[in-house]
């Protein structure tokens, strides 16, 4: 009887560790178990090709995810980084055979600007950004349309501006070198200036940080119009590796960004996590994405699979303390 007093002991100080543990944790230990599930699955799935491969997709999913933690650590939430990522990719492939290598700051000019208008409404008027940014994304995917209703492609004579994006240096993709650069832009914006610790502050607690003088309207804008950043970078890498643009090109990416956030341990309640976390979650997402794809699994049954990946890590990462009404 002791011994089975003292075993049930030891299972409970376990769990407890276990259930102690951060986030970002959780998330570490599935993006482990997932590349050893998958490696096991198939023989491909560590090859270099499709490290490569992996790698590719990361960083796009990197950019447009580091945007959306922003509007998450406020405890909002942006559902219009597809339709921006859509926007700039049609304006990007409308601009390139004119403009050469400027439609790039003007592509990403648009994305910025999408998401100030975001926080701009937001912020002023009070509406919450849920509602907010699924209408400004029907707005985006709209004017995308009325710029083409048809699939853009990038002209001949722009394959080497796109170089920039689709080219190598020192045996390394570009484009996973600009993902690397986006992290860490991101990283010294949270970890190292007032608007990153404005914007957590923000999250943990909005009246605290309007009584103690932090401008909530400016720091709520300044988190949307970053959002707008990351999927306007998103976008443009997006076009510019598949040589096209188009009004629904980004659609899916508005799940994946929010996966991304909340299974790297981000809280949607805002204020805990961060760019790291976001890293992290979207190494696992693009792992998962990969993996399924190469052991054959059907495309509805992955979406099924992700939902209740979202569902998990939200149950996980939730602050119930910040809130006395579950809706």
């Known amino acids: 009887m002791p011994t089975k007093n003292k075993t049930s002991m030891t299972l409970g100080q376990v769990f407890k560790k276990i259930s102690g543990l951060p986030a970002i944790a959780y998330a570490l230990g599935m993006l482990v178990l997932f590349i050893i599930i998958f490696s096991v699955g198939s023989s491909s799935f560590l090859n270099m090709y499709n490290i490569l491969t992996i790698g590719n997709s990361a960083a796009i999913l990197l950019a447009v995810a580091l945007g959306q933690v922003c509007a998450i650590l406020t405890g909002g939430i942006d559902l219009s980084v597809g339709g921006i990522m859509s926007l700039v990719s049609v304006v990007l492939m409308k601009t390139l055979g004119t403009m050469g290598i400027w439609a790039y700051p003007v592509s990403l000019a648009v994305g910025i600007a999408a998401g100030a208008v975001n926080g701009l409404i937001n912020a002023k008027f009070r509406i919450p950004s849920f509602i907010t940014t699924l209408g400004s994304n029907g707005i985006f995917i709209s004017i995308a349309y009325m710029i083409s209703i048809k699939p853009l492609s990038a002209p001949a004579s722009a394959y080497g501006v796109m170089d920039v994006v689709n080219g190598m240096t020192f045996g390394i993709r570009n484009i996973m070198l600009i993902g690397i650069l986006i992290f860490i ?29 932090i401008d909530v309207f400016k720091v709520r804008t300044l988190a949307f119009t970053l959002s707008g950043l990351g999927a306007g970078l998103a976008g443009i890498m997006l076009a510019s590796n598949l040589y096209s643009g188009y009004p629904t090109l980004g659609s ?35 792992v998962i994405n990969n993996g399924m794809n190469i052991i054959g699994i059907d495309v509805y049954a992955q979406q099924s699979f992700l939902g209740i990946l979202v569902i998990v890590a939200v149950a996980i990462s939730f602050d119930r303390s910040k809130l006395s009404v579950i809706k």
Do not use: C, P
């Open 185 to 213: 832009l991101f990283f010294i914006m949270q970890r190292y200036t007032i608007t990153g610790r404005n914007i957590m502050l923000l999250g943990s607690n909005e009246k605290m940080s309007w009584l103690s003088g």
């Open 252 to 286: 899916v990416y508005i799940l994946n960004s929010i996966a991304s956030v909340v299974i790297g341990g981000t809280a949607m309640t805002g204020g805990a996590g961060g760019v790291v976390n976001t890293l992290v979650g979207v190494l696992v997402m693009s």
